[in-house]
């Protein structure tokens, strides 16, 4: 059976933080996360077999479905829990029924990483235009990091707000890769960054194609 799936992203986000879940809240179709919450991110192919997936793992526990998203190439679901426990069994019925192991799941990739100082009026205004986080305000410093599987930048951006004070702008987490706009001071918008690049360098996996 583990031939017949590609495990794109696995990640447990332990602690939702407040901006990263409220931001969550904004964009989700399925139950709303709140801070404090665990959740499961995973990313797959082929694509329409998460609707098979999630239903599974909603019927075996307690978890609760906040975003399940097939696009081109790969199909994408999260599920949630106040119960730690309950998050990481659904992860594990998930597991045992595709026949995989967190370890077939591909290492994330930073693929780039840019800090924007004293950010432009006009450029804050473009970004503002399809922001559904915080207002980028002129003269802050951002952060963009991109990485793939694009589902992990999700755990990047939770585990950034737990390490520094900074101002969650947007998510990007479905489609070949995924993107993060912070905002901050120069010092914090730094030790986001580098807060985020470890966590995802912690990540075991295999070699991405």
């Known amino acids: ?18 901006q990263f879940a409220a931001f969550v809240g904004t964009v989700t179709q399925g139950d709303l996360p709140t801070e404090g919450m665990a959740a499961l991110y995973v990313e797959m192919s082929p ?3 998460v609707f098979r997936i999630v239903d599974i793992a ?9 975003a399940q998203i097939v696009e081109r190439e ?4 999260e599920v949630h829990s106040l119960n730690q426990a ?45 922001r559904r986080g915080s207002m980028l305000v002129p ?13 992990y930048i999700n755990y990047a951006c939770n585990e950034a707000e737990k390490r520094a004070s900074i101002n969650l702008v947007h998510v990007s987490s479905v489609g070949r890769f995924g993107r993060m706009w ?21 990540l075991e996996g295999r070699q991405g194609s």
């Open 74 to 77: 790969f199909g994408m679901f």
């Open 139 to 151: 003269g802050e410093t951002m952060l963009v990091l991109e990485c793939a599987p694009a589902a």
């Open 47 to 49: 694509g329409n077999e």
């Open 86 to 130: 309950a998050v990481l069994e659904a992860g594990d019925v998930v597991l045992q029924r595709l026949g995989l192991k967190v370890e077939d799941r591909i290492r994330p990739q930073v693929v780039s990483t840019q800090v924007i100082t004293r950010v432009d009026p006009y450029q804050a205004q473009l970004l503002n235009r399809f």
């Open 58 to 66: 909603v019927k075996a526990t307690e978890a609760k479905p906040g």
């Open 1 to 18: 059976m583990a031939e017949e799936f590609s495990l794109r992203c696995y990640c447990y986000l332990d602690r939702m933080q407040a």
């Open 182 to 202: 912070l905002a901050g001071s120069e010092a914090e918008i730094v030790t986001a960054r580098d807060a985020a690049i470890r966590a995802l360098e912690s």
